[in-house]
């Protein structure tokens, strides 16, 4: 298989639209080069400005909510500081007296009357750390004896008086959630010890409990879709409250700063823009989570129109190039196809031709000369070809005689050395020989009627040289319909029986070997007779490469050599009559014997005429 690159190239090199095509859109290279970084670009920028826009919003939705928070702060600070609330709670009686019930509902009361001032706050409640009992501005007194082995209340006592916030989660507190509010999912307290600055293991806890929907508020004005969220965090990231489609999962914060991260969601899988800011003072983070496609809508609208101007300018490309090639390269590739069929020889070509430009002047032109072509094939190329036919026939004629002569003279000598039958025998197949010798005028037999033909003169020589020659014919039963020029095959065998055996005793052999090989006829003829000396075979080989196949040639002087009469004959024939493609060729060791090989094209004399026209035409 060929490669998918080489083939390519061949293409490129062999096609002139594919060419035209891909300069066309190597022009429009830069520009798609352009409007992708430009959109980019816009990209980058547009993320920026969001970013920019969104920090400022969460900045303002954070300073709300750190005022809301320095309030309870402050709240807490001057209940927890109160002195009139501290002397309330000293009693340290584990159990409920009189006294004790009369100061709660002291405290009850500035409880209730600090949240009746406050109304945004949920309730206010005083863990006493003694009786266990917790004071509530919303439903007064309970007993809850878990407070003090929570991990909270334990930190709480350690903290040395600073506040601590508590978001409760779901499942915490199970045993008294339903008891009041401040350990119940969804709100959060500020809790802070009572007389803060005083040492000791067990104190009162001061609890100021907010709804979290309160914060929900500052985070809802930052959400503009409905698959937006926000999240507010505390310091240790602890989740305080959400706004829109909140997950129960905060987002993974991979990157650093408060930058736009553009990241998959775990949920959905689609693309999201992550922004955050922290509260350089509470220390808090809001994080809001948008779609990234509701911020790159704009974009991929324009992102989608610079595709279609695109796409556009590609398919306009295509067509536009279609256009030239049919105004240019089509007219080309018809003179190119013109050429090409007169140099197959028809002369008869002609190209339609309706333009009045210079590529129908350069047809007509073709169609002017294809024509001349032609006439001058028939007016002079015809007379050559009979001149050729003319100088064939005579260099036929040549053989007759000669063979004749050799002919006569075994007759004579048979004549002499035996009897009156075996002359008679003789005579026979002379005449057979020579009656389809001339075959009325026929220039070719099939290779089975060739070597019919040449076994009436090998019975002639058989006769001649009794107990001295013997003959082995094969043919191949594929060789034997192929026509052959007639005669191409004696001179040869009469040159292997008369130089090679002749001076032989005894067991001398001719074969004679016919077959297809590498597309052309193969007809070879050898002896084991004397051979030739390397001299002489190399001197017969030069001689032999300078004689070829061209009109008007005289063959005549070549053929006055005496030494070479016979391969110069058939060898002349069969340039004249094949062309350039039949072969002739010599092989011999001394002593051991000689073989000559024809190589004949198939098709015959016909095949080979079309041939030299086409050539001589081109």
């Not at 100061?103 to 706050?121: C, G, H, I, P, R």
């Not at 499942?171 to 009041?180: G, I, K, M, V």
């Not at 020659?469 to 192929?482: F, G, M, N, Q, T």
């Not at 300078?546 to 009109?551: P, S, V």
Request: glycine share 6%; charged share 25%.
């Amino acid at each position: 298989m060929i490669p998918i690159l080489p083939r390519l190239a061949n293409a490129f090199r062999s096609s002139v639209q594919l060419r035209l095509t891909s300069y066309f859109l190597i022009i429009l290279l830069p520009l798609v080069a352009v409007s992708i970084f430009a959109s980019l670009r816009s990209e980058r920028i547009l993320e920026r400005k969001v970013n920019e826009q969104t920090v400022v919003a969460l900045s303002s939705a954070m300073e709300a909510i750190d005022l809301t928070m320095d309030n309870l702060e402050n709240m807490s600070m001057a209940l927890a500081t109160d002195t009139n609330l501290i002397e309330l709670l000293n009693l340290t009686d584990p159990q409920l007296t009189g006294e004790m019930t009369l100061d709660f509902q002291k405290v009850l009361v500035q409880l209730t009357n600090m949240k009746s001032a406050n109304s945004y706050l949920t309730q206010l409640s005083i863990y006493h750390a003694y009786s266990h009992t917790i004071l509530s501005s919303k439903f007064g007194g309970r007993r809850v004896d878990e407070i003090p082995g929570q991990d909270w209340y334990a930190e709480l006592m350690q903290s040395h008086g600073k506040s601590r916030l508590l978001v409760p989660k779901r499942d915490e507190f199970n045993s008294y959630q339903q008891l009041d509010q401040t350990f119940q999912p969804g709100y959060v307290s500020l809790l802070r010890t009572m007389d803060p600055f005083k040492q000791g293991d067990r104190k009162s806890v001061l609890m100021i409990t907010l709804d979290a929907a309160h914060l929900r508020k500052h985070l809802d004005t930052l959400i503009d879709g409905t698959d937006e969220s926000v999240y507010l965090t505390t310091a240790d990231d602890r989740l305080i409250v959400g706004a829109g489609s909140v997950d129960e999962t905060m987002p993974a914060w991979e990157s650093e700063g408060d930058i736009v991260t553009v990241m998959p969601s775990a949920k959905s899988g689609k693309s999201e823009m992550l922004v955050r800011y922290q509260s350089p003072s509470s220390g808090w983070t809001v994080i809001l989570v948008k779609p990234a496609a509701a911020m790159y809508a704009e974009t991929d609208q324009l992102r989608t129109f610079m595709y279609a101007i695109i796409a556009i300018s590609v398919l306009l490309t295509i067509v536009i190039s279609w256009i030239v090639y049919r105004g240019i390269a089509s007219p080309l590739g018809a003179l190119a196809y013109g050429m090409k069929q007169v140099r197959m020889g028809r002369l008869d070509t002609n190209l339609p031709n309706k333009r009045e430009d210079e590529f129908g002047y350069l047809m007509s032109a073709f169609n002017d000369m294809a024509l001349e072509q032609k006439n001058l094939i028939e007016n002079i190329y015809e007379q050559q070809l009979l001149r050729l036919k003319a100088e064939l026939r005579v260099l036929q004629s040549q053989i007759n005689p000669h063979f004749l002569y050799n002919t006569l003279d075994s007759i004579y000598s048979m004549a002499e050395n035996y009897e009156a039958e075996e002359i008679s025998e003789m005579a026979l197949n002379l005449s057979k020989f020579f009656r389809l010798s001339l075959s009325k005028g026929q220039d070719e037999f099939t290779v089975e009627e060739t070597i019919e033909h040449l076994r009436y003169y090998l019975r002639v020589q058989e006769l001649r040289f009794i107990d001295k020659l013997s003959v082995d014919i094969r043919i191949e039963e594929a060789c034997k319909p192929y026509p052959v020029l007639k005669l191409l095959l004696q001179p040869i065998v009469e040159n292997a029986i008369l130089h090679g055996l002749e001076q032989k005793k005894k067991n001398g052999v001719v074969r004679i070997d016919g077959r297809m090989e590498a597309g052309r006829l193969r007809l070879a003829v050898s002896d084991n007779g004397k051979g030739i000396p390397p001299d002489r075979l190399r001197y017969i080989r030069d001689e032999l490469d300078r004689l070829y196949a061209h009109a008007g040639q005289a063959w005549d002087q070549e053929l006055k050599r005496n030494d070479l009469y016979g391969l110069w004959n058939v060898k002349a024939r069969l340039k004249l009559y094949y062309g350039d493609s039949a072969e002739l060729t010599v092989d011999s060791i001394e002593n051991e014997g000689t073989t000559v090989v024809l190589w004949i094209p198939i098709g015959g004399a016909r095949e080979s005429d079309d041939r030299r026209r086409r050539a001589s035409a081109s």
